[in-house]
């Protein structure tokens, strides 16, 4: 896919502190949100990151631009190490390197027309004339769909899938080779998001923008995706090209997170083969030791709780972390059609 | 059955009539704002029979939560409703609130999407459980904790006894929601609202709770009216569909028939704009423009600006609900028999979306219409 990586991210740690409750606050204790993750992204290319919420997905993405600093590990981006680069340099750097929130009704300013939302970028990066950055911008709201004399308005004048091409066009305002994309299309309904999805895949196509794409929609994922990347409790289980992933997934969380995606089509539904996992992620304050999803996996065994796995190639193009992977065509075991719970 | 409604207004068949638990009859809810008055619901009509789903389908702001809420009395005085809704015997709208209140948690109850804030925070899951027998039924309170504990046992919640004397924050979101499902079956309903149980929550306990909604209609026999902007979830669990588009039904029918044979373009459209898990779905075709504003809403169809079908007849009268080619498949569309021409009716859309991906270059935006409303 790639040969030329532009981002290259190693052994990402990201931790929170716990603070004690009262007046004076003590620190007791970390949760770690991203642990020890690494991976790589070429140029104009889109690694999809998925998991349920709390597995450290947009905290990953977060720390990549250092909008939550990093505790430990290494982010390579364009070559340059991006963290601990100084307040100066790193903001240059911010110009390629950009964000699109999840929520458009609360990452656009009310009290700004779009307009200046979408030049504010340019106001802070680049010296130009007012007339200059007024034709930019409406150049730019021409990109994402909008015509230039919604400028003037205001966001709550906005649907939700115009709101987020206003967010879009604010991204790509300076030009950037990279945009992670938090839950982008998530709040939007299904008729709109599928225009937003078209837009950012052509944006990429024209302008040749790498993508890091946050999302819980398996669906949505697999259809925007180069490779995807699975997360479950701050560490990456799963990786590789999205084909590969999505019909031979080898780790055993992948196999349930996708047989529990319902499909639209009544048909496959009646007879699709799901996997009920039991209970719910565990706490990251305090994670299960050895492999992180041992107390949900029916293949658990003793090795699980004291080893780790590390992070194993497969077949070309996929590695998973599983002492005991999926084989090709292994059905798993706790294969419900209509319910495991036993009254 | 006392009520005498002809049955052909239904599109059911009448041989099943008695089975019918809930009949709403042309419900309309409006509320005045101060921009006009808002036309939330217009004009509903569906019924639900015994131990089926029933789902309302549709995207946000299309009265689909409303149209379930004035059933309950749960919408606030200032809203105008209108029309009939009757659970076996008895009307449901316009009430006095104490007879809505016999009913409400009792014969049909309700969970909603978010089981945070439905929960009381202050006291244990099963004290609110217990408090829920105890509004209809006269009987000993330590009765009323004891058929708690065995509703949390029968909706998958570990060790229900200690588990009961626990507050909602205690709970992840998955089991909370088992603690709503618990309360809406603990007086045993003929009916469950069901307003997107699951949205709230990951993909693998969304799994998990569906499966329990679905064991513990069969454990107590009701009917479930499953609200959803998920057509996944409707695929996997619904019996019936009903598609709601500004305000009103456009299209009813069996799962099968809706998912499949879609006799009214918008459904074909929502179809054809969800990518596809189990494969690479090419470009996605979205429905161009928005709902429109349900404040004066325009003449005729009001799905007529965005449907790649639209001829002189839509844009003057808007379409009842007819008989399709197959029994029991209704479509508010004009021209029904154009969507069912074609073998797969998404097709319709990709066609104008090439079409306007020209206009798109040309500078046209894409969801506009909704601009300066």
């Known amino acids: 896919m790639s040969g030329e990586e532009l ?150 004048e906005f649907s939700g899938g115009q709101r987020q091409r206003i967010g879009i066009a604010r991204a790509l305002a300076l030009d950037p080779s990279f945009i992670v994309l938090d839950e982008p299309v998530s709040a939007l309904d299904v008729s709109v998001q599928a225009g937003v999805v078209n837009l950012l895949k052509n944006l990429q196509t024209e302008r ?45 969380y992948t196999t349930a997170l996708l047989s529990a995606v319902p499909v639209p089509d009544p048909t496959i539904e009646k007879v699709r083969q799901r996997i009920v996992l039991e209970g719910d992620v565990p706490s990251p304050v305090d994670p299960p030791s050895g492999c992180r999803f041992r107390t949900r996996c029916w293949k658990a065994q003793d090795v699980c709780a004291a080893e780790e796995p590390p992070l194993i190639e497969r077949e070309p193009g996929l590695l998973s972390a599983c002492h005991f992977p999926m084989a090709p065509g292994e059905v798993a075991t706790p294969v419900s059609l209509g319910s495991t719970f036993s009254t | 059955m006392t009520a005498v409604i002809d049955p052909t207004s239904s599109g059911a068949d009448p041989s099943v009539w008695d089975d019918v638990l809930l009949r709403v009859e042309d419900l309309s809810v409006s509320f005045p704002t101060e921009d006009g008055l808002v036309e939330a619901v217009r004009g509903v009509s569906y019924e639900v029979k015994r131990n089926e789903v029933f789902a309302i389908v549709g995207e946000s702001g299309c009265g689909k939560s409303v149209s379930t809420m004035a059933l309950m009395g749960l919408l606030p005085r200032s809203a105008q409703i209108d029309g009939r809704a009757r659970y076996l015997d008895n009307d449901l709208i316009n009430q006095p609130e104490r007879r809505v209140r016999g009913f409400r948690g009792n014969n049909i109850s309700m969970i909603f999407q978010d089981p945070m804030t439905s929960l009381n925070p202050v006291y244990t899951v099963g004290r609110q459980l217990a408090e829920a027998v105890l509004a209809h039924e006269r009987i000993a309170p330590r ?44 007086n045993n309903p003929e009916i469950i609202i069901a307003d997107e149980p699951t949205t709230a929550l990951d993909v693998t306990v969304q799994a998990q709770i569906l499966d329990t909604l679905l064991e513990v209609k069969e454990a107590v026999g009701a009917a ?150």
Request: glycine fraction near 8%.
């Open chain 2, 143 to 186: 009765k009323a904790k004891e058929r708690a504990v065995e509703m949390l046992d029968t909706v998958g919640i570990p060790q229900a006894r200690q588990r009961a004397d626990s507050y909602p924050h205690e709970f992840s979101g998955g089991m909370r929601q088992r603690v709503m499902i618990a309360m809406a079956i603990i």
């Open chain 1, 208 to 252: 040749d923008i790498a993508y890091l794409f946050i999302a819980h929609d398996l669906s949505v994922v697999r259809h925007v995706s180069d490779r995807v990347a699975v997360m479950y409790l701050g560490k990456i289980v799963e990786i590789g090209d999205r084909d590969v992933i999505y019909e031979r997934p080898t780790h055993p």
């Open chain 1, 7 to 156: 981002l290259q991210v190693s052994n990402l740690v990201k931790e929170f502190p716990i603070r004690s409750s009262g007046f004076f606050t003590k620190v007791v204790g970390q949760v770690q949100a991203v642990s020890d993750v690494s991976f790589d992204i070429g140029r104009a290319e889109t690694l999809g990151l998925v998991g349920e919420s709390g597995s450290g997905k947009s905290t990953t993405g977060r720390a990549v631009l250092r909008l939550h600093e990093p505790t430990a590990g290494s982010v390579m981006f364009e070559g340059r190490e991006v963290v601990g680069l100084a307040a100066k340099e790193m903001q240059r750097l911010r110009r390629k390197m950009q964000i699109v929130f999840q929520d458009p009704y609360a990452s656009l300013n009310p009290k700004m027309p779009v307009n200046d939302i979408v030049g504010e970028p340019l106001q802070i990066h680049e010296s130009m004339t007012r007339q200059e950055r007024q034709k930019r911008v409406a150049d730019l709201l021409d990109d994402v769909g909008l015509s230039p004399e919604h400028g003037n308005r205001y966001p709550h």
């Open chain 2, 224 to 373: 479930i009216i499953l609200i959803t902007h998920d057509l996944g979830v409707v695929a996997g669990v619904a019996d019936r569909v009903g598609v709601m588009y500004a305000g009103r039904f456009v299209e009813d029918g069996t799962a099968d028939a809706v998912f499949h044979r879609p006799r009214m373009p918008y459904t074909a459209g929502l179809l054809g704009s969800v990518p596809s898990l189990t494969s690479d779905s090419g470009e996605l075709i979205p429905i161009q423009g928005a709902p429109p504003s349900l404040i004066q809403p325009p003449d005729g169809c009001k799905f007529a600006a965005r449907c790649p079908l639209v001829a002189d007849v839509c844009l003057t009268s808007e379409p009842p609900l007819y008989d399709t080619d197959e029994p029991a498949h209704r479509s508010a569309c004009h021209r029904w028999d154009v969507v069912a021409a074609e073998s797969d009716a998404t097709v319709l859309f990709r066609d104008a979306f090439r079409d306007d991906q020209e206009l798109l270059v040309a500078g046209t935006d894409t969801d506009g219409s909704e601009v300066g409303a």
